[in-house]
């Protein structure tokens, strides 16, 4: 499903085709250092940041969930599993937090957000409904132009790619928002219930390219048989 949507700063007689994605996902079939999805943002500049997605994977190797990049910054705001010290690790402006203790498994779908605030500096993770502690990071909006993909870890803005960090597996229900969700909010998201979709990306209506062999497929949901004996 298409959605027509006439964005911010472009002029009335021009239209941009959103992709509704619900039920679909994203398939990374193979490790590689140009495939990947690049996400085309509705709103630039963020004194906040709240991302969530959810996404399944049997890599036993670090690998990236989220990346962008802006001309300042590599690392504008990337979301990172580091695995030889299992740790999820948040980059903003390419300053850099630990967060381990996470049950991280391998072949089960992770739901997965991470909210920062410019003004206090403040990272938290919530990680299949579990918030960690949070933390400071770094302090200071994003004001730059954003490049944000998914599927490759940026070293440069759109380039850079290294095939050890590239992501193989699926994702879906990808949302950004430039504010910090709240925690009841984010506990929806957590659990396939109501929530504010992204203001700054939506899965409902999201506008993207893909580059490279990246597939758009239906996510397999089984509904249960009743059968009656009479």
């Known amino acids: 499903m298409e959605i027509q949507e006439e964005r911010q700063g472009v002029s009335s007689n021009c239209f941009v085709l959103l992709s509704d994605l619900s039920g679909k996902i994203f398939t990374f ?3 590689t250092n140009t495939a990947h999805v690049r996400l ?13 997605h ?36 948040p980059h903003v402006r390419d300053a850099r937090l630990e967060y381990g203790g996470w049950d991280y498994k391998p072949n089960m779908w992770h739901s997965i957000c991470t909210t920062w605030d410019s003004v206090t500096g403040l990272v938290q993770i919530w ?28 070293d440069s803005p759109g380039g850079g790619f290294d095939i050890n ?46 580059i490279g062999n ?4 239906n996510q397999a949901v089984c509904q249960p048989q009743f059968f009656f004996v009479g």
């Open 29 to 31: 079939p193979q490790p």
């Open 40 to 52: 085309n943002p509705i709103k630039q500049s963020y004194k906040a940041v709240t991302v969530c």
């Open 54 to 89: 959810r996404s399944v994977t049997d890599l036993k190797r670090s690998h990236v969930l989220f990346s962008l990049s802006t001309p300042t910054n590599d690392n504008g705001f990337l979301i990172y599993w580091q695995n030889e010290n299992q740790e999820m690790r």
């Open 127 to 154: 990680f299949d409904g579990k918030p960690s502690i949070r933390k400071y990071v770094i302090s200071g909006a994003i004001n730059e132009t954003a490049t944000l993909l998914l599927g490759q870890e940026q």
């Open 165 to 210: 960090e590239s992501f193989v597996g699926m994702m879906s229900d990808v949302h950004m928002w430039e504010y910090i969700l709240s925690p009841c909010e984010i506990q929806n998201y957590m659990d396939k219930g109501s929530f504010t979709p992204g203001n700054v990306l939506n899965w409902k209506a999201l506008d993207f390219q893909i």
């Open 214 to 217: 990246v597939l758009i497929e």
